[in-house]
């Protein structure tokens, strides 16, 4: 049985059209067709109805999809099993991050991944919002989040501390809020979807509504508002750490609470093994965090 096709069956199933699984799998639509056709000659029946605007499995194709996924599995398991510890990454790595932190952390890892790994391919997808990795066939999502349950895996890469900061223009126009009950009188730039800020006071977590004349869906969008001096914003220190350095930004340290951190996580679907090609990028990931001192902010103002 030919395991490609396998799992163009699989990806088809999760992606609702041939022609998107096809493209995950670097094949092409008529290498595609020709797969599923010789698979359903070979089970006997077909998997597949195809018609000119929709696509789905026969109830025989539902009944195929569990022991296609089983035996894809069982197949990457017995590889696993007579491979070195040590063999290197291969195939196809679809990655998913933040826009922000793909931008700036991740598409520069994946150049140098590439040139380490020539076996490898990937195909990186930048979004802000929270992708169905199983849906979408990604092998690993980057996310920055206070993960909780799930039924996915995570693993931790590395902690994302984050900051209050703002333009030398705005704090010498409008001065530095000094304690957690100014903020409500400064210009805060808000993401649409996080209108509460976190932070530890007292040994508490605490949210604190934020206001102000700019919002935005973009994290990108929301730096280059504070850099231009329209307000405070609080960002991931990776994201200001250049800033801090060059002394675009400035760090404003409360004197009564701090800036709730997050963490990196990489997470991917369940399953028997992870892929030599997710554990290695995972790793090369948290290498970078750690030992890159560009992405260490430098601290720079206080309160007051």
Known sequence: MDFTALALLIETATAGSLAEAARRLRLSPMKATRLISALEDEVGTRLLHRTTRALSLTEEGLVFLPHARTLVEEQAAALASVQSAGAGPVGLLRISASLAFGRQIVAPLVVDFMRRHPEVQVDLQLTDSVVDIVAEGIDLAIRIADLRDSSLIARRIADNPRLLVAAPAYIERYGAPAALSDLPSHECLASRSATHWSFRAAARSRAVKVIGRFTANSIDAIHEACRGGLGIAYLSG????????????????????????????????????????????????????????????????TGG
């Open 238 to 301: 990776w994201d200001v750490a250049a800033d801090l350095a060059e002394g675009t930004l400035r760090e404003i340290s409360l004197e009564d609470a701090a800036p709730e951190p997050l963490a990196i996580w990489g997470v991917y679907a369940s399953s028997h093994m992870v892929p030599a090609k997710v554990r290695f990028f995972i790793d090369a990931l948290a290498e970078r965090l750690k030992t890159d001192p560009t992405l260490s902010p430098a601290r720079s103002v």
